[in-house]
Structures are given as C-alpha cells and as structure tokens.
C-alpha cells in the first residue's frame, strides 16, 4: 500500500512533523493518513496490526504515532508500551471508537500521551497531533479530569517501603518550578509563557527532570509531583 507523503519542510522552513498512523480498518488508516498529509505532516508509514506497527515503527521513527486501540496480534496499549519503552522521545496520540475509563487509564499508564475519540473533527486531529509532538496531553473533552483523578487518587495510596531508599535527586529552582506547572496541567507552550522563557527551554527542563528522576514520560512525571504535593502549591 502507498503511503501518503508530503514535502519534508512545512511554510514556515521546519522539519515536517513525522507522523505514523495505526489502524486495522483500511479505509479509516487510508482516509487518517490522507487528512494529516493534507494538513501539512510527514505520514512517513501506516500499519494494520500491532507487530507490524512496532516493526515499522522502529523503522520509519515517527515523532507521533496516531494509534488505535483494538489490534490484531497485539493490542495498542502493549504497541505503546514497547514503542515509548525503547523510544522515549516518541509521542504517541491514541485515536479510539472507545470512550470507556479503563481503556483511557490503560493507554495513558502504557506512555500515551494523549487519547482522542474517532468521532473528533479533522482539525481537532490534526491540532492534537502538533500537540503531541510537542509533547502536551490531549484528551477528548472529559478524559482530561478523569486521568488527574486517577493520579491523585494512586498519589494519595500510601507507597510500599523500600528496602534501600535511594537519595532524592536535587532539581533546580527553574526545574522545581517547571515540574509544578506540568503538575498543575499547564501545556508546554503556556508553561513558557507563564515563565517568559521558549518553548524549547521548557522542553529542556522536562528532559533534565526526567532523568534526574529516572522516569521515561510526562504521565509517569505528573504522577511524581502530584505524589510530591507541588500541584497544590
């Protein structure tokens, strides 16, 4: 099957962003895949099933993976877990027919970084892809609230001892600040405008505070500063 390209630079003289998309109804990959490269992205590969997603993943290295949920040979949460375990700087966007909780909770546990319904409009697809490639979550109207509730809730769970406490890695200032604005759900580009700095600095500091702290993506991230208490400060 032919993959819809587009040019490699968009208007504006960047890289195109790369996109892959997922799905194992043909006419739906075909017709996701055809509106993105019209609107300016680089579909630079398309799978039907989950192995062969994660096999041309790996290849083609998009920067979003638009991914469905309900795969043959293996499940888009498990696609996503292999893919963002090996590839942190991948983003991965689901678009889902489901609307149910657990499936929400699932995806975003297995390193989703946002969860988008089919029913959504082509802008808000195309919006949520270049959201996602600049690593801000997101949901389809309701889902957003449900995700925090469900993090609160962990964070409140007492954690089990650790038979070797390891030391708690020092942040800086600019850092802590950062974390407290990703905990409060702030986007990166309203972070940079809360601080006045860019957007790709406030990348930097997420990038920083995530190996400092040993964790792979901004869901695992949030999770840390909402058990931290910076979400109330």
Known sequence: ????????????????????????????????????????FDVVATAGDGPGAVRRARAAVPDVLVLDLNLPGMPGVQVCKELVGSHPALRVLVLSASGEHADVLEAVK??????LLKSASTQELTD?????????????PGLAGLVLGEYRRLASDPAPAAPDQRAVPQLTD?????????????????????LVISHRTVQNHVQNTLGKLQLHNRVELVRYAIEAGLDDV
């Open 174 to 194: 600019r850092e802590t600040e950062v974390l407290r604005l990703v905990a409060k759900g702030l986007s990166y580009k309203q972070i940079a405008e809360r």
């Open 1 to 40: 099957m032919s993959t819809p390209r587009t040019p490699q630079t968009q208007e504006s003289g960047e890289r195109a962003i790369k996109v892959m998309v997922v799905d194992d109804h043909p006419m739906w990959r075909d017709a996701v895949a055809r509106d993105l490269a019209e609107a300016g």
């Open 110 to 115: 297995s390193g989703a970084t946002g969860y």
């Open 128 to 140: 949520a892809v270049r959201a996602t490639a600049a690593g801000d979550p997101v949901f389809t």
